[in-house]
């Protein structure tokens, strides 16, 4: 029986990385190619379409942010299984719809869906959880960040190549693989939630301040909740941005642009899959943390001066080390949250990292809009970097004004 158990809870943890990896690969694939889809869709300059790539990432995070918690309680109450494959079907589903979009309202449904119901995050660190001891959870959390990191390598390579196919050739291609890994886990993802650790589902935790308030709750979970939520607001300025401001900033095609993706993703799956765990063990998760910040932040204020693209991608690989800070503050929360509530947590945790991505979205696509309109006198696509660094220091400096109690073993 035992045997049996620890047979399902491999092949569990295989296939989370697995969907994990895909779900880069297909975010890596389309990233490159998105800028000239809305161009070709709207006829519009790049710096518009800027402006306009803001409020399609922003439908994604809005729906996420509301829905987040309500998947995560679904998987406390049913188990990680139906709704991790439930969450598959239309991140792929996603994917094809904007591929196929006659307008550009089609990219907004399509991001609305995913954010909605096809952000996978939560349900896989949920699912991690549950196989993993407590102490073990941030080198668990790093591994799924690696997986990510190693679909990022390949995702904007094969993005970059497809788009000379097509604008829309890298979305059906993503949209495939998603499809495709959604019916290989119906045969092979086990449950991974005990029976005993379900509780009731309530309508009124599922949502984003019904969640925040039953979590809250537990001791010192809110403090490290809003760093996890200010630290993931910086660090979105890659994801919001980087298609845009690298086109801006160095002139790049979308050859190059997938290409530095690819760079960012070797960084991070090195950091991750080698580095954090043993981080960790090293120096708690606290200090791991604040280790990652320190690295992103000297990596936003560097980029957001350079202008020679070569050395850019040098401090894209260095900043690599900043995909420690996350891992740690969600270990540093989940070790104090009871299993039923796991689901919950990272329903949460997906919601803060939603609404970062929402504000991010908006702020540093507008920044960059503006500093890179002809209209302005001023030419400086660095200056969403700044902005970015900005707000990392202020969760830098949030961490290390939480008293010790609350970030060693004994605390969150």
Known sequence: MEEQSAKNQTSAQRFILLTVFIYSVGFGIIMPALPDL?????????SEATAMGAWIGATYSIFQFLCGPMVGNLGDRF?????????????????LLMGFAPSVIWLFIGRGLAGGLGAIFGPAN??????TESDGRAAAFGKVGAAFGIGFIVGPAIGGLLGDFGTRIPFFVAGVLAMANCVYGYFVFPETMREEDRRPFSWQRANPLGALKSLGKIPAILPVALIYFLWSWGGQVYPASWSFFAQAQYGWDVKMVGFSLTIVGISMAIVQALIIGRAVKRFGERKTAMIGMVSGIIGFIALAFISNGTIALAVVLFTGLQGMAMPALNAMMSRRTP?????????????????????????????????TSEANPVFFPGATFLVAAAIA??????LLLLPKADAEEGGV
Do not use: K, T
């Open 38 to 46: 809305i161009r070709e869709l709207e006829g519009i300059s790049l």
């Open 79 to 95: 188990g990680r299984r139906p709704v991790f494959l439930f969450s598959l079907f239309f991140f792929g589903l996603d994917f």
């Open 393 to 398: 220091v202020v969760a830098l400096i949030a």
């Open 126 to 131: 949920a699912a991690m959880a549950d196989m």
């Open 339 to 371: 299993p039923g509530q796991q689901g919950e947590l990272q329903g949460l945790n997906g919601s803060m990292a939603a609404l970062s991505l929402l504000i991010a979205q908006l702020l540093f696509n507008n920044v960059l809009a503006h500093y």
